[in-house]
Each structure stands twice: as C-alpha cells, then as structure tokens.
C-alpha cells in the first residue's frame, strides 16, 4: 500500500492513494461481519486506475448482506476517487477464500466502477 501511494505522490495530482485506502479500510472494517481487509489503489501512467477490494468476513457472516454494507461504506469513503476507476470486489468467509462473491450477488456488474457503487449505494 505504502508504495503505491509513494509512486502516485510523485505523478503531481492532488489525490492522496495513502489516505484513500487508510480511510476504505476503517470505513470497510467498521461493516459488521468483516474481519480483515486488504485494499490497493493502482494508477499506471496513461493506463486505466483500478482499486482492489478484497473483504474478508467472518466464518457464519451472510456474504451478501456484508457485500452491500460494504460497497455502502465504500461509497461513503470514495467521494475523492473519479468515478470512472473499476473496482475488483470481492468477500468471502473466513476460511472460504475459495468460495466466496463478487458484486454480481446484488445487482452490479463483476467489476464495476466507483460511480457504479456509488449509484448503487445512493451517494452523489
């Protein structure tokens, strides 16, 4: 995390990757059932930016409830990213790495976009 938030500190935009994914991973980590996150923000020069979710939540937790909590709460934490950035989501159960959902479990495409989450979420 810390060195992709390095190389993006360089590159002369004012967004902060470091503070993005520090505030992704208290708002994910504040969703009920989520036991762990591991979160990274991607910006290749003159390529696409992608952010990588991944969500891991308590061995009895019901998937698809911590699924649309989470991309609320992602939501809610990703006023500062454009919405065009693709987001690779995925939960699964502790122990179940194997086993677990992507947002097409409630309605969104496999990889959708910030704007996406956000529409599905009801945040502007």
Do not use: H, W
Request: proline letters at 2%.
């Amino acid at each position: 995390m810390g060195l992709f938030a390095s190389l993006l500190g360089g590159c002369g935009s004012s967004f902060n990757s470091e503070k993005f994914l520090k505030g992704i991973d208290t708002a994910l980590g504040n969703v009920p059932g989520v036991v762990s996150t591991s979160n990274n923000y991607y910006n290749t020069a003159g390529m696409s930016t992608s952010i990588s979710i991944r969500i891991t939540a308590a061995a009895d937790a019901d998937l698809e409830k911590v699924m649309a909590e989470s991309l609320r709460a992602f939501a809610d934490a990703s006023a500062d990213v454009d919405a065009t950035t693709s987001v690779a989501y995925y939960v699964f159960n502790e122990g179940a790495e194997k086993t677990g959902i992507r947002p097409t479990a409630v309605g969104l495409a496999v990889t959708p976009t910030v704007g996406q989450i956000r529409q599905y979420a009801g945040v502007k």
